[in-house]
């Protein structure tokens, strides 16, 4: 991607990214107090439904003090979903016609993780990677502001964490677009990062097992499966029948 597109991108993507974040925490929030989860959990699985999954959790359990055992269920529910949506996001995709633009857009606001996004949106075509990749990433700056909200709720003092990964793909983008002294040496690149995607949804896969599972327990579980129903199938209209576009 040059960094035309990412901009592009990733302006359009803002809005709808802010309105989806405020109304996903709200909504996890409703969810947790009515399936009785455990304030920290509920609170971890919202905002890693909201904004980037797993990394979310890890930049704001810190911040709420939340055990071993609290990051490992809202992570238990989170890698779940996302290898599901790995292999349920295309096929819904191509059963609808969404064109790649759509799906791209569809996949960064209702998959948790940047990997499980970009993994979707490969299979989808090089639009739907490009606008996925994008607006997902966007997206995960997020984590930002949350994290130094949540330090202020809560009068925490930790360190707050940035997302280096959005800096870097940012400094790719750049040298894509103004360095093309570099062009043949792209395509390796670019080949080593999809052996790096593959290793990590490999990792996110071995991360489940049935011991990950029972500790998760069934009304977390049943909050992040809800959730994500709900801000899967509402962005999906809403991106049908045109009320989200790029």
Not at 102 to 127: C, E, M, N, P, R
Request: charged share 10%.
């Amino acid at each position: 991607m040059d960094l035309h597109q990412v901009i592009e991108a990733g302006r359009s993507g803002f809005i709808y990214t802010a309105a989806s974040i405020f109304l996903t925490l709200l909504l996890g929030w409703l969810l947790g107090r009515s399936l009785k989860v455990g304030k920290r959990v509920s609170y971890l699985i919202s905002t890693g439904t909201a904004i980037c999954g797993g990394s979310a959790i890890a930049a704001i359990a810190p911040i709420t003090m939340a055990s071993e055992e609290e990051i490992a269920v809202s992570l238990g529910t989170v890698f779940l979903l996302n290898s599901i949506a790995l292999f349920l996001f295309p096929p819904i995709g191509s059963a609808l016609h969404m064109s790649q633009s759509q799906f791209g857009l569809w996949a960064a606001l209702a998959i948790h993780d940047t990997s499980s996004v970009v993994g979707a949106s490969t299979k989808y075509g090089l639009i739907a990677l490009a606008v996925g990749t994008t607006v997902k990433l966007a997206r995960a700056l997020w984590i930002v502001p949350l994290s130094i909200g949540t330090a202020i709720a809560n009068k925490s003092k930790a360190k707050i964490q940035w997302p280096w990964f959005i800096l870097f793909f940012c400094l790719a983008a750049v040298a894509n677009t103004y360095l093309p002294l570099f062009h043949d040496l792209y395509p390796e690149l670019k080949h080593l990062g999809v052996l790096g995607l593959t290793v990590t949804l490999f990792l996110i896969g071995t991360g489940l097992s049935k011991k990950t599972l029972s500790e998760v327990g069934v009304r977390p579980l049943l909050q992040g499966i809800i959730l994500w129903i709900i801000v899967g199938t509402s962005t999906l209209l809403l991106i049908m029948y045109g009320w989200i576009h790029l």
